[in-house]
């Protein structure tokens, strides 16, 4: 089973700021599968990333997507206040189709 | 537009069993597998597993065989995660999800069923 380790565990930035989040996979991810998923309190996930760096359907551009192997970034630039919530990184390269432990990024 | 909407809250004791729906909406149904995940209190995500839409197959992860159980009703386009003999460690947020084609990613999701498991 690959294991996501995803850092740091919060980030605390302002509106109008970048954010950098890690997903470290445990082994290598094939063909760069691995996804990423915006969750707000006590709504469902929401795809943003897919293939490592393409943006799902409306999402804006400031969601960039980076990374093969074991690293990968997802980057926020410009901070907006709809954007402080949980990211998840998730693999679908192997069953099982795990996902990180999470990142709260959270308003300073 | 695509759906997926679940059914409600649910309150069990231990030991009994729990259905949760997932009806779709917007697509053909047998295009996508449908995928389910766990979130327990304040924790992150768990894939469960998926069935296959076209075929009726499931797929489950380990951890969740034996008492969870996938199935589809197709006429109606609502796939369902049966559940039973309740522990109070099931008691979590259930998901549905749209399962992309040909790849195990989620691009859409039903809401969410809150399942408390307590005596």
């Known amino acids: 089973e690959i294991v996501l380790t995803q850092s740091p565990g919060t980030l605390s930035l302002s509106p109008g700021e970048g954010a950098t989040l890690s997903c470290r996979a445990s082994q290598s991810v094939s063909s760069s599968f691995l996804g990423w998923y915006q969750q707000k309190p006590g709504q469902a996930p929401r795809l943003l990333i897919y293939g490592a760096s393409s943006r799902a359907t409306g999402i804006p551009d400031r969601f960039s997507g980076s990374g093969s192997g074991t690293d990968f970034t997802l980057t926020i630039s410009r901070l907006e206040p709809e954007d402080f919530a949980v990211y998840y990184c998730?693999?679908?390269?192997?069953?099982?189709?795990?996902f990180g432990q999470g990142t709260k990024l959270e308003i300073k | 537009q695509v759906q997926l909407v679940q059914s409600g809250s649910e309150l069990k004791q231990p030991g009994a069993s729990v259905k949760v729906s997932c009806k779709a909406s917007g697509y053909s149904f047998t295009s996508n597998g449908i995928i389910w995940a766990r979130q327990a209190p304040g924790q992150g995500l768990e894939w469960m597993g998926w069935i296959n839409t076209d075929t009726g197959n499931p797929t489950y992860a380990q951890g969740f065989t034996g008492r969870f159980v996938f199935s589809l009703d197709t006429p109606v386009s609502t796939a369902y995660l049966q559940i039973s003999s309740l522990k109070a460690e099931d008691t979590a947020v259930y998901y549905c999800a749209r399962k992309v084609w040909g790849v195990y990613y989620f691009d859409y999701w039903g809401q969410g069923t809150l399942v408390t498991v307590s005596s």
């Open positions: 998730q693999q679908y390269g192997s069953s099982p189709y795990t």
